[in-house]
Structures are given as C-alpha cells and as structure tokens.
T-cell receptor
Framework: DQQVKQNSPSLSVQEGRISILNCDYT??????FLWYKKYPAEGPTFLIS?????DKNEDGRFTVFLNKSAKHLSLHIVPSQPGDSAVYFC????????????FGTGTSLTVIP | KAGVTQTPRYLIKTRGQQVTLSCSPI?????VSWYQQTPGQGLQFLFE???????NKGNFPGRFSGRQFSNSRSEMNVSTLELGDSALYLC????????????????FGPGTRLTVL
C-alpha cells in the first residue's frame, strides 16, 4: 500500500520558469515531510523539510507547501536551473509508525536550457 | 566529514544465493537505515539500527536481515535470493535516527546495485 504518492513520473520545465512537484499522502498521522533530490549513481540528498505545524517552508529557491486538509505536499523551485534536473522524492513520517520514512516513487525533473 | 559509504557498488548473484552488503555511516552517526529502491515502488524502508539494536523494521520477509557493529557500521544480508530482489539498496545514516520523539535528517550513501540472475 503506497501511503505516499507522486503521480507525475516526469516533468519538463524551461530554465528560469517555476517547477512544481506534487505529492499526495493517505495517512493523516504523518507529521513530518521531506523532499530529497537524487542524481544518477548517487544517493538521495536532503533538500527541504516541513513539519505539520507549518504550511510553508522556504530555503532559497526551494519552497515546500503543505495542505493538511487535502493531504497534499508540493515543492516549488523558482527559478529552475539545468542543475536542478534530477529525480525528486517526497517522504513522510509519523511517530505512530516508528518515524520510519515512507517515500513516493519519484518525479524526474528535466530543466531545459 | 566523509559521507556514507557503501560496498560493493555493484553485485551480480544468482537465484538461491545469499548476499551481504556493507554500509559505513558518517562519523558520529549512530543510526543506520536500509532502503530498497525499485522503479515501481520507489524507496521502501527495510530496517533501522541504532546502537547495535534493530529499532524499526519495514514490511519485508525474514530473508532480509541486518546487524550493526559497535563502530556503527552496518551490514545487510539477503538469503535465498529471488529475481525480485534485484534493486538498488541504499543505506542512510543520522545522529539520532527514527527516535520516538523526533526525526533526524538522513544522509544517504550511493547505494549497492544488486542484480539477481
């Protein structure tokens, strides 16, 4: 049972425009959410996180939005750069499940120069 | 600081064999978690070790096991390999890990690509 879903396997965006990556979850007990970025032949690297007490968190060009009522998470990248081309995973955790992370299947972002 | 290292990076085995993968966490990190990544399923949590004890376990059969040593290095073992075990196996380390009251940022290694023929 996939508790965290990324329904778009891929996304292409022009350089300089906004990239929006989406993530939906089913477990209302999730209280901590993260985004990871993964380049080929490398492990995922942490990008940004948000706790359920917030609805927005910003870090430079990256902003994560959380809509708890819709059980929806999104990552905005503005402006997009070619170096942002990678696979992005969202993940969620809950103390009820031992805080283990549940990952989505990933969205491959291509930023076109 | 050196990052998380995993050995070997690539491995080819045949059905029925067993395999052991190794993970060295970032110095000072006491928690090591293991994940299986497959194209259709994304990253799936296998288990977490903290101070040599398994603290969390995902929904995988008993053929998947692990251990952690006193220096926090961890090994994962898969016995009686099946074709479906072909995947990228990732380990991640963190300071406190998946503690009851908080969640640490996890730092991932590059993974071991296991192919079962």
């Amino acid at each position: 049972d996939q508790q965290v879903k990324q329904n778009s396997p891929s996304l292409s965006v022009q350089e300089g425009r906004i990239s929006i990556l989406n993530c939906d979850y089913t477990n209302s007990m999730f209280d901590y959410f993260l985004w990871y970025k993964k380049y080929p032949a490398e492990g995922p690297t942490f990008l940004i996180s948000i706790s359920s007490i917030k609805d927005k968190n910003e870090d430079g060009r990256f902003t994560v939005f959380l809509n708890k009522s819709a059980k929806h998470l999104s990552l905005h990248i503005v402006p997009s750069q070619p170096g942002d081309s990678a696979v992005y995973f969202c993940a969620a955790s809950s103390p009820n499940t031992g805080n283990q992370f549940y990952f989505g299947t990933g969205t491959s972002l291509t930023v076109i120069p | 600081k050196a990052g998380v290292t995993q050995t070997p990076r690539y491995l080819i085995k045949t059905r029925g064999q067993q395999v052991t993968l190794s993970c060295s966490p970032i110095s000072g990190h006491r928690s090591v978690s293991w994940y299986q990544q497959t194209p259709g399923q994304g990253l799936q949590f296998l288990f977490e070790y903290f101070s040599e004890t398994q603290r969390n376990k995902g929904n995988f059969p008993g053929r998947f096991s692990g251990r952690q040593f006193s220096n926090s290095r961890s090994e994962m073992n898969v016995s009686t390999l099946e074709l479906g075990d072909s995947a990228l196996y990732l380990c991640a380390s963190s300071l406190r890990g998946l503690a009851a009251t908080s969640t640490d940022t996890q730092y991932f290694g590059p993974g071991t690509r296991l192919t079962v023929l």
